[in-house]
């Protein structure tokens, strides 16, 4: 495979479930990113990761948690959500960490919240 | 953070040049300006990025005045596949200076 894949595309879950998202780049990358997109909102920038290190959380709740093992990799792990938590929710990886240059985004996994 | 400025949507036809400007008054000396396009339960995908005054590539121009306050975006000779969100953002390559996507322009390509 190439590019930026996500698992899985589409995910129903309680509030008291707990699941993972996973996100895989094939492209060499540096940079990962998780975005949240709930519908008719912008895309919201949640966690960014460069060399595995976590470098950005735009105040995110703590029941997103996310996790880098290696540079390829990035999850997104969900525990007690809210139905107001239903949305897109993307991946992206880019070469290197900041706005110069492309970010590669995955298909995106819709979640929904019951 | 530069905040941007888009048309909430645009119609067009095929075959038509279809421009869209994004307006960025507080535009910083180093921000870049990125264009990306977004079909329906699609990530987004980049087009273009731009510095200054003009850039193309084989899927769009990207027209940028000395003042930087604003730019267009110029798709020549749409096609429906060409209906898509429009998103431009601006931000420099600094740490802690991510992109930051606004509304962006609901473009319609019609027969």
């Known amino acids: 495979e190439t590019g930026v894949t996500q698992t899985p595309r589409h995910l129903v879950m309680g509030m008291t479930n707990k699941k993972s998202l996973k996100c895989e780049q094939h492209?060499?990358?540096?940079?990962m990113y998780w975005y949240k997109q709930s519908a008719k909102k912008p895309l919201e920038l949640m966690f960014v990761y460069s060399l595995e290190e976590r470098v950005e959380n735009n105040s995110v709740p703590s029941r997103f948690s996310p996790e880098c093992p290696n540079s390829s990799h990035l999850f997104l792990h969900l525990h007690t959500l809210q139905p107001e938590d239903s949305a897109l929710y993307l991946c992206?990886?880019?070469?290197?960490?900041?706005?110069?240059?492309?970010?590669?985004f995955g298909p995106g996994t819709r979640l929904t919240v019951t | 953070l530069a905040k941007t400025t888009q048309p909430i949507s645009m119609d067009s036809y095929e075959g038509q040049e279809v421009n869209i400007t994004c307006s960025h008054n507080?535009?910083?000396?180093?921000?870049?300006i990125t264009w990306y396009q977004q079909f329906p339960s699609q990530g987004p995908r980049f087009i273009i990025q731009g510095y200054k005054t003009k850039v193309t590539n084989e899927v769009a121009s990207l027209f940028i005045p000395a003042d930087r306050k604003s730019s267009t975006l110029s798709l020549p000779r749409v096609s429906l596949s060409d209906t898509a969100v429009y998103y431009c953002?601006?931000?420099?390559?600094?740490?802690?200076?991510?992109?930051?996507f606004g509304g962006g322009t609901r473009l319609m390509v019609k027969p």
């Open positions: 492209l060499g990358h540096n940079a």
């Open positions: 953002l601006v931000g420099d390559d600094n740490a802690g200076n991510m992109l930051t």
């Open positions: 992206a990886s880019s070469q290197d960490w900041g706005v110069k240059g492309e970010q590669y």
């Open positions: 507080n535009i910083a000396t180093n921000d870049y």
